[in-house]
């Protein structure tokens, strides 16, 4: 595999994989805690790797022991409401940012995954962690509740089971992660490369304006009542059968032979 660096940043690094952008939190000294710094690289690097000729998924990783254990605390002592406004601003910010670009993206989580950084997993559209991994919302242990990381979280595992993460502060492994909606993956630490390469391969094989579609619809819809919905998905999908790629992969699977994308 060819590796070509991209854009430098402080706490980030970021390279070119083949057909994925590969974002690396690299604060392992803080646990790659989400200093308001690096949420401002990672919108940066998300647009950034968006926009890269031929990436067709971005993966979130980290370096050193832990994916992320949130929040960095040592900047939020004796500071004053707008601070903090602007700081959870710039969370949400990030966490929709991973929602707008049209590639997939996905988390690759070991080591821990708390608070802020149990958000970031549970705000990617795919997520694959290694058997050791941990993940939790302990905001209730030191008086802050985890309010922002609570709405990915719950839309991910459901309302029960996310009130028992927030209300105990308690983490779950990742088998159980995997069990509740949290995560799709979990496979052994040595295998965890090879997993996330297996899911950029399959999503490379598909039309990149298609994906795009999709992935686009899926968050328009999923917060609408049924009946809306279909009615947005409707829409969607008659435009998305006069588009180039699906009148070419109709025809290709009805010739049986390989489509020819044109991502459009």
Not at 97 to 123: D, E, R, S
Request: aromatic share 6%.
């Amino acid at each position: 595999m060819s590796y070509v660096p991209a854009t430098e940043y402080r706490n980030l690094l970021v390279v070119q994989a083949g057909a994925a952008a590969e974002i690396t939190l690299n604060r392992p000294d803080k646990r790659n805690a989400l200093s308001f710094e690096l949420l401002e690289e990672l919108i940066a690097a998300l647009r950034d790797a968006s926009g890269r000729h031929g990436t067709r998924a971005i993966v979130i990783g980290s370096a050193g022991p832990a994916f992320s254990a949130g929040h960095d605390l040592s900047e939020m002592i004796d500071r004053d409401e707008a601070f903090f406004r602007e700081l959870f601003g710039m969370c949400t910010a990030m966490m929709e940012a991973i929602h707008a670009v049209p590639q997939p993206v996905i988390a690759k989580v070991h080591g821990i995954a708390t608070a802020a950084g149990c958000q970031l997993v549970a705000a990617c559209d795919l997520a694959v962690a290694a058997e050791g991994a941990w993940f939790g919302t302990p905001g209730v242990k030191i008086g802050l509740f985890c309010s922002t990381p609570m709405v990915p979280v719950s839309r991910a595992v459901g309302r029960k089971r996310a009130m028992q993460m927030l209300l105990t502060g308690e983490p779950i492994d990742a088998n159980t992660a995997l069990d509740w909606g949290l995560v799709n993956r979990v496979v052994a630490a040595e295998e965890l490369d090879a997993a996330v390469d297996e899911l950029v391969q399959a999503i490379a094989r598909s039309s990149s304006y298609t994906v795009a579609t999709g992935k686009r619809a899926f968050y328009q819809q999923v917060d609408r009542s049924e009946h809306d919905a279909y009615e947005h998905c409707g829409v969607v999908m008659a435009e998305n059968a006069l588009a180039d790629d699906a009148q070419e992969g109709m025809s290709a699977f009805l010739q049986k032979r390989p489509p020819h994308w044109r991502s459009r």
